[in-house]
T-cell receptor, first 114, second 111 residues
Framework: EAGVAQSPRYKIIEKRQSVAFWCNPISGHATLYWYQQILGQGPKLLIQFQNNGVVDDSQLPKDRFSAERLKGVDSTLKIQPAKLEDSAVYLC????????????FGPGTRLLVL | QKEVEQNSGPLSVPEGAIASLNCTYS??????FFWYRQYSGKSPELIMSIYSNGDKEDGRFTAQLNKASQYVSLLIRDSQPSDSATYLCAVRDSGYSTLTFGKGTMLLVSP
């Protein structure tokens, strides 16, 4: 079974520009997570989807971050406008259902904001 | 605010020694506990999960959970240089809820 796919793998932008990341979860996985991992810290949840509905977006900076999962499969995370402090690795993870399951992480997108 | 605390390290051990990694958590309602390993520049990979008090062993890894003390640990026996990585402790309460990660402990195993 193919793993979680993410693209691009690396992105360099200037502050105030916009950027979008894409995630395709493991086939059949209903729950999808986006995490932000700043260097030297653990992953921090940004948003959780169950199919195409948002379960938890309490830590998503909604003034600049947005995410969607329109068909309940792949997902896009957008930042507009980017700030220097958004430099981080953006990780996508998925599980088949909910609750007591192992989260499988994608390779991540490394964002550098200059 | 749920918190998961780990010593950032680095924890340095010689090859063949036992490495002991510790984690404390703030939410008494936490039900599930995980240890992820993260190599530099890579994404986290699950190495152990534990749900009830006591020890759980898997090969060279042993996870220990004490819910009364809100404490989770990971022991790595016969440490190898390939074990050098950052170890992330993660905690989940129940249902839909998400994982809360600690900052991770860097482990360095010297040959």
């Amino acid at each position: 079974e193919a793993g979680v796919a993410q693209s691009p793998r690396y992105k360099i932008i200037e502050k105030r520009q916009s950027v979008a990341f894409w995630c395709n979860p493991i086939s059949g996985h209903a729950t999808l997570y986006w995490y932000q991992q700043i260097l030297g810290q653990g992953p921090k949840l940004l948003i959780q989807f169950q199919n195409n509905g948002v379960v938890d977006d309490s830590q998503l900076p909604k003034d600049r971050f947005s995410a969607e999962r329109l068909k309940g499969v792949d997902s896009t995370l957008k930042i507009q406008p980017a700030k220097l402090e958004d430099s981080a690795v953006y990780l996508c993870a998925s599980i088949r259902g909910r609750g007591q399951e192992t989260q499988y992480f994608g390779p991540g997108t490394r964002l550098l904001v200059l | 605010q749920k918190e998961v605390e780990q010593n950032s390290g680095p924890l340095s051990v010689p090859e063949g020694a036992i490495a002991s990694l510790n984690c404390t958590y703030s939410d008494r309602g936490s039900q599930s506990f995980f240890w992820y390993r993260q190599y530099s520049g890579k994404s986290p990979e699950l190495i152990m999960s534990i749900y009830s008090n006591g020890d759980k062993e898997d090969g060279r890894f042993t996870a220990q959970l004490n819910k009364a003390s809100q404490y989770v640990s990971l022991l790595i026996r016969d440490s190898q240089p390939s074990d050098s990585a950052t170890y992330l402790c993660a905690v989940r309460d129940s249902g839909y809820s998400t994982l809360t990660f600690g900052k991770g402990t860097m482990l360095l195993v010297s040959p």
